[in-house]
């Protein structure tokens, strides 16, 4: 499997404490059955701004280690942006990775407020030759609130990346019933953990598999799990499915 | 500083976010107008003028801009308290040219202007309390005041007295680019809402938008505690932490949102690799590549000294050029974050 979203880096944000953390969390994906990782710490401007350069160095030493201690794990670059009307232009200028090098650009909203340019961003960040990656959906109030907003992401020609994490209720009921409507709507694009800490999502990892088997099938969860993700990895365009329009609802 | 500039004192907080999100939506509104004299009052007392305004002039100034937060609510004053600095000289007695012992005095602005614990935010106090703060807004000293300012800082944000109560905010608004009301949940009247912005209107404010204030948002509304746990206020500010923010369009501004609509999947633009500032020739962009490789695997293998002087050496020697082969060195953190990895077992 390809872990698209970790924040397995230590020590560059609130993910991995020390690099004791970072082995620990990488060993236990190993056992969930992971291969491939790509560690996409936050860039928050003004709070967490490791620029590619950095995470390059620390990753490569990181690999180094796995290599010899024979953990057949490989390590992509990558960030978690922080939305701002700046981020495209620091996508362009190489300070923000996109993951694992290609085209794919993974960046997260508010969880709880509003954010108005999230159009014009999608819009500049495709207008410039990338392709925004929008990070766990499922977790946004405007999302929970209104689905609908979410096919509107994937019309303009945004992906969208739920978190393995959300189908056992890890982020509350509203996460876990969005992420479901969103499933049903054919809306979800890549799974990633978003692994903070050791001891929390890798271990939890059979059970959610389980779940995930049982909503959507082998097959379906194959495909978001690693086909779509490979394409990240070797930066192709692909097309997924249309999604499915999603009714408001009026009583909630 | 009073910890209620949450944005400062708790950037983490999902406050804070809230601001942030306040602050890049207020610029967004107002990309293509001017937008350097923003204007926050609200229709009776207590809303929670000063507090927004607190913390929006901290997330404006956290992202390096020259900021000035003008108390000129001076009837109840409370900008200094909060950020703990004295009351005189300040916008009353610059305008009434009267010091804090009734003297005449003639004031210059930079006089009344003092520096605050945030960086890049400078806050102009209110002064004594004149007994006609009213008649002080109509003089031209604070036309005047206004012009110097937007010369010197980047940002204006007043704090103005609540406009149903008295005409101070309305005569404010006429000068600044824009207004932004603050309401409160389950207390502002829709009338009094209306009145006000009848109000600003009618001398030609330009009202931009309302924030919701004091929302209660429900504890399960925050389950992603493990993103933000740590980061939480302490108890005192239970309270002050169920604000949210919500930005409802009053008037014709109106983000684009038709034109890509319909567009089909990812398809880049093409123009947009003519640009001609980024294009630069494949060769040159290898060597980069190559030599950013080289670079890294330097720091791994520890040699980093030598590498050191190296690429300061080059840097120097590019300095001034379009595109610069070697930007930067690996920051003293990620430095720190190597050694230890590479002494890891």
């Given at each position: 499997?390809?872990?698209?979203?970790?924040?397995?880096?230590?020590?560059?944000?609130?993910?991995?404490?020390?690099?004791?953390?970072?082995?620990?969390?990488?060993?236990?994906?190993?056992?969930?059955?992971?291969?491939?990782?790509?560690?996409?710490?936050?860039?928050?401007?003004?709070?967490?701004?490791?620029?590619?350069?950095?995470?390059?160095?620390?990753?490569?030493?990181?690999?180094?280690?796995?290599?010899?201690?024979?953990?057949?794990?490989?390590?992509?670059?990558?960030?978690?942006a922080?939305?701002?009307?700046?981020?495209?232009?620091?996508v362009?200028?190489?300070?923000i990775?996109t993951i694992?090098?290609?085209?794919y650009v993974l960046f997260?909203?508010?969880?709880?407020?509003?954010?108005?340019?999230?159009?014009?961003?999608?819009?500049?960040l495709?207008?410039?030759?990338n392709i925004p990656i929008?990070?766990?959906?499922?977790?946004?109030?405007?999302?929970?609130?209104?689905?609908?907003?979410?096919?509107?992401?994937?019309?303009?020609?945004?992906?969208?990346?739920?978190?393995?994490?959300?189908?056992?209720?890890?982020?509350?009921?509203?996460?876990?019933?969005?992420?479901?409507?969103?499933?049903?709507?054919?809306?979800?694009?890549?799974?990633?953990?978003?692994?903070?800490?050791?001891?929390?999502?890798?271990?939890?990892?059979?059970?959610?598999?389980?779940?995930?088997?049982?909503?959507?099938?082998?097959?379906?969860?194959?495909?978001?799990?690693?086909?779509?993700?490979?394409?990240?990895?070797?930066?192709?365009?692909?097309?997924?499915?249309?999604?499915?329009?999603?009714?408001?609802?009026?009583?909630? | 500083?009073?910890?209620?500039?949450?944005?400062?004192?708790?950037?983490?907080?999902?406050?804070?976010?809230?601001?942030?999100?306040?602050?890049?939506?207020?610029?967004?509104?107002?990309?293509?107008?001017?937008?350097?004299?923003?204007?926050?009052?609200?229709?009776?007392?207590?809303?929670?003028?000063?507090?927004?305004?607190?913390?929006?002039?901290?997330?404006?100034?956290?992202?390096?801009?020259?900021?000035?937060?003008?108390?000129?609510?001076?009837?109840?004053?409370?900008?200094?308290?909060?950020?703990?600095?004295?009351?005189?000289?300040?916008?009353?007695?610059?305008?009434?040219?009267?010091?804090?012992?009734?003297?005449?005095?003639?004031?210059?602005?930079?006089?009344?202007?003092?520096?605050?614990?945030?960086?890049?935010?400078?806050?102009?106090?209110?002064?004594?309390?004149?007994?006609?703060?009213?008649?002080?807004?109509?003089?031209?000293?604070?036309?005047?005041?206004?012009?110097?300012?937007?010369?010197?800082?980047?940002?204006?944000?007043?704090?103005?007295?609540?406009?149903?109560?008295?005409?101070?905010?309305?005569?404010?608004?006429?000068?600044?680019?824009?207004?932004?009301?603050?309401?409160?949940?389950?207390?502002?009247?829709?009338?009094?809402?209306?009145?006000?912005?009848?109000?600003?209107?009618?001398?030609?404010?330009?009202?931009?938008?309302?924030?919701?204030?004091?929302?209660?948002?429900?504890?399960?509304?925050?389950?992603?505690?493990?993103?933000?746990?740590?980061?939480?206020?302490?108890?005192?500010?239970?309270?002050?932490?169920?604000?949210?923010?919500?930005?409802?369009?009053?008037?014709?501004?109106?983000?684009?949102?038709?034109?890509?609509?319909?567009?089909?999947?990812?398809?880049?633009?093409?123009?947009?690799?003519?640009?001609?500032?980024?294009?630069?020739?494949?060769?040159?962009?290898?060597?980069?590549?190559?030599?950013?490789?080289?670079?890294?695997?330097?720091?791994?293998?520890?040699?980093?000294?030598?590498?050191?002087?190296?690429?300061?050496?080059?840097?120097?020697?590019?300095?001034?050029?379009?595109?610069?082969?070697?930007?930067?060195?690996?920051?003293?953190?990620?430095?720190?974050?190597?050694?230890?990895?590479?002494?890891?077992?």
């Open positions: 499997m390809i872990d698209i979203h970790t924040h397995i880096l230590p020590n560059i944000d609130d993910g991995s404490a020390s690099i004791d953390e970072t082995f620990k969390m990488l060993h236990e994906a190993y056992e969930a059955g992971f291969t491939e990782i790509c560690a996409t710490s936050h860039y928050i401007e003004g709070q967490y701004e490791f620029n590619s350069l950095d995470r390059k160095c620390i990753i490569k030493a990181l690999q180094k280690k796995l290599d010899q201690e024979e953990t057949s794990i490989k390590l992509y670059n990558g960030a978690e922080y939305i701002s009307e700046e981020m495209p232009e620091l362009k200028e190489g300070i990775p694992a090098n290609s085209k997260e909203l508010p969880l709880n407020s509003k954010v108005m340019y999230i159009d014009d961003v999608i819009e500049r495709i207008g410039m030759g929008i990070a766990h959906p499922e977790r946004y109030r405007i999302v929970q609130e209104n689905s609908s907003i979410a096919i509107d992401w994937i019309m303009q020609g945004a992906f969208l990346q739920a978190n393995y994490a959300s189908i056992v209720g890890r982020y509350g009921n509203d996460s876990k019933e969005t992420l479901l409507k969103l499933l049903d709507a054919n809306a979800i694009h890549f799974l990633g953990t978003d692994t903070h800490r050791k001891n929390s999502i890798y271990v939890k990892m059979d059970d959610i598999i389980k779940e995930f088997k049982k909503k959507i099938g082998d097959d379906r969860l194959k495909i978001l799990s690693e086909t779509n993700p490979r394409n990240v990895l070797n930066s192709i365009e692909f097309e997924p499915a249309l999604p499915k329009k999603i009714k408001k609802k009026l009583f909630r | 500083m009073k910890k209620e500039v949450i944005t400062q004192a708790d950037p983490k907080s999902p406050v804070s976010e809230v601001f942030r999100a306040l602050r890049t939506n207020l610029q967004f509104m107002n990309r293509f107008g001017k937008s350097q004299t923003i204007l926050i009052t609200s229709t009776v007392q207590a809303e929670g003028k000063s507090w927004v305004s607190a913390n929006l002039a901290t997330a404006y100034a956290q992202t390096g801009r020259k900021v000035i937060l003008i108390d000129a609510d001076m009837r109840k004053p409370r900008q200094h308290k909060i950020f703990s600095l004295k009351m005189c000289p300040g916008l009353s007695n610059y305008l009434s040219e009267v010091n804090e012992l009734g003297r005449r005095e003639k004031f210059s602005y930079m006089d009344c202007i003092q520096k605050t614990e945030v960086e890049n935010l400078s806050l102009l106090p209110s002064g004594n309390i004149p007994p006609n703060p009213s008649e002080l807004l109509l003089t031209e000293k604070l036309e005047e005041l206004l012009k110097e300012l937007e010369n010197e800082f980047e940002v204006i944000i007043f704090d103005g007295a609540p406009c149903l109560l008295v005409t101070d905010s309305t005569i404010i608004s006429r000068m600044v680019d824009s207004t932004v009301l603050v309401v409160s949940h389950k207390y502002t009247k829709v009338d009094d809402l209306k009145e006000a912005k009848k109000r600003i209107k009618s001398v030609g404010g330009k009202l931009i938008g309302v924030v919701l204030n004091r929302v209660e948002i429900s504890s399960k509304k925050y389950a992603d505690k493990y993103y933000y746990a740590n980061n939480m206020m302490p108890s005192t500010n239970v309270k002050r932490a169920k604000h949210r923010e919500s930005n409802e369009e009053v008037e014709e501004v109106k983000p684009r949102k038709e034109s890509s609509r319909e567009r089909e999947y990812i398809k880049p633009k093409k123009e947009m690799k003519e640009d001609k500032e980024y294009t630069r020739p494949k060769q040159e962009k290898h060597e980069d590549k190559k030599r950013e490789e080289k670079i890294i695997q330097d720091y791994i293998d520890d040699k980093v000294e030598d590498t050191e002087r190296k690429i300061m050496e080059e840097i120097e020697k590019e300095k001034g050029k379009r595109f610069a082969t070697v930007k930067e060195v690996p920051s003293d953190k990620a430095r720190e974050i190597l050694e230890s990895i590479n002494n890891y077992k």
